[in-house]
């Protein structure tokens, strides 16, 4: 009996046929074909679909692209097949209507092969930016493909600072760094903060913050160790906001984890102003930050800030006991006067804070928590100041006298 199959066609007339196809209707034709991969040349790749992308882009996002369980090894050996047949004139980095590559296709889909597969071909790929402005890494980064931007910072053209604009309605620039920290890309801003040319500097373009503020104000102690232990950080640095340094703005987020990591940095300035004066035990509203703070050598209790305020001064204006008590018990004045004229205890009154007044004027009488209470001396206050902490006014309120 006689095949009735149709015989195969030539693969001249099949490169004919594909030269009139979209580019994924290619990637469907050499799937049947695979024979024909090695001939094609620039008159294929110039292809377009609706979008400006050529087979290159497809086959770079992997099978993302083609939308089906095509294998991502057959993918990959049909790209590697098609740059290692391509004839001279054949543009291996063509952009899209959206000026993007087949080599940012691939750092956004994490396609760490293509991704070599085209640099080996043409490494002046990298060089390529979009209608932004946005180079390679910042596909990678916009992907949170963690390999792809590895693989990226180890090759020493790739810029790791390449700024492009944050929004669409103003000039305000962001890195790759910031960026990932304020989408909160942990894996990604690690990557960034070990390699050693990423710019730790950088300041937030509404705040003036720099990455180890973002970092402590979202709670990263692990990012926060990355940076401090890079050696490239200057842990006394304030934002160009405010000058708040890491340490004013761990001591204001309660980040008691960064505090204890800052205070073990050698140069450490515990007594650091910000642009008003004030220090980071001005900044804090929780005891046991408090008594971080005050148990490290060089602390100035009652350094004031331009307006004469001190720590103790701040506490007693917002009725916070817990932080006056701590304060007082570290031999903060009360009667210290500002500017303005007021001691604590004046404060405490003009923003009517009676309870805060009474125990101002009570706090000269024998303390439940005297250090010359040898009863005291070896007891375990952990929970008390974990209690403290979440809830300073109830805690106090059942602790008679002046505490």
Sequence with gaps: MHSTA????????????????????QVALLQVFPGITDLFNFHQFASLDE??????????????????????????????????????GAILHPQNLRGET????????????????????????????????????????????????????DLPSVDANHQVKANVWDDCQITPLMHALDRRE??????????????????????GETAIHLAIN??????????????????????SARNWTALHKAAACRD???????????????????SSGATPLM??????????????????????????????GYAAERGDRGCAWVLLQHGARPDLVDLDGYTAQGRAEQAKQWDMVKFLESHCKPKLFSP?????????????????????????ESVEGPY
Excluded at 290 to 312: M, R
């Design 283 to 312: 900044r804090t509203r929780s005891p046991r930050v408090l008594k971080l703070l005050l148990a490290h050598p060089g602390i100035e209790v009652d350094l004031v800030d331009d307006f004469g305020w001190s720590a103790l």
């Design 102 to 153: 087949p080599l940012m296709e691939a750092a956004y889909a994490g396609n760490v092969p293509a991704m070599q597969l085209l640099l080996e071909k043409d490494p002046d790929g990298l060089k390529i930016v979009n209608g932004d402005g946005e180079t390679v890494l910042w596909y990678a980064v916009y992907g949170a493909k963690a390999p792809a931007i590895a693989f990226l910072l």
């Design 256 to 274: 008691v984890a960064s505090i204890k990591l800052l205070l073990a940095q050698d140069g450490i300035n515990v007594n650091c102003q910000s």
């Design 186 to 207: 942990y894996d990604v801003a690690s990557l960034l903060i070990k390699h050693p040319k990423t710019d730790l500097t950088f300041p937030d373009h509404y705040t």
């Design 51 to 88: 979008n400006g992308d050529t087979i290159l882009h497809h086959l770079a996002r992997g099978n993302t692209a083609t939308k089906d369980s095509t294998s991502p090894s057959f993918l990959i050996t049909l790209l590697q097949s098609l740059l290692g047949s391509s004839a001279e």
């Design 6 to 25: 149709a015989p195969p066609l030539p693969p001249e007339i099949l490169l004919i046929i594909a030269k009139y196809l979209e580019p994924l209707q």
């Design 372 to 396: 010359s209470n040898s009863a005291m001396e070896h007891l375990d206050l952990s929970f008390f100041w974990a209690m403290v902490d979440a809830a300073p006014g109830v805690i106090l």
């Design 218 to 239: 979202k709670g990263r102690e692990n990012l926060v160790r990355d940076m401090l232990e890079c050696g490239r950080l200057d842990i006394n640095a304030g934002s």
